[in-house]
């Protein structure tokens, strides 16, 4: 009978340590949605791009709604603030430039986001 309790102590203790380190690895790393990931590129970054641009469009498509949370500057309207830029669309992150259609996971990459 003794036996028998103290592998049920055991057993006991062993799942408590799995949920409680569960508990910890999801309040460390909580999952992030595509919306808040948007939000974090948009401001760790500026998207550069053109009106009539199709793969300033293309860029667009791969943000879908959340391409409202990026800080877009349109050079076509805001030239001003396009500087000597050659082409579009074209990323600043951390002062350096990204031409091309990036891709959602190369963006997070690039932003720490």
């Known amino acids: 009978m003794k036996r028998l309790s103290k592998e049920r102590l055991i057993t006991f203790i062993i799942i408590l340590f799995v949920i ?15 919306e ?5 590129i948009g ?3 500026v998207l550069y791009t053109r009106l009539g641009c199709h793969f300033c469009k293309v860029q667009e498509n791969l943000f879908g709604e959340n391409y409202q949370y990026l800080n877009v500057v349109d050079c076509f309207f805001e030239g001003g603030k396009c500087g000597d830029l050659i082409s579009t669309p074209t990323w ?3 002062g350096k430039e990204y031409g091309g259609v990036q891709s959602f996971e190369k963006l997070k990459e690039l932003t720490g986001c």
């Open 20 to 34: 409680i380190l569960a508990i910890i690895i999801l309040v460390k790393n909580p999952p992030e949605t595509d």
């Open 36 to 40: 808040e990931i948007s939000k974090c």
């Open 43 to 45: 401001k760790n970054s």
């Open 92 to 94: 600043i992150i951390k």
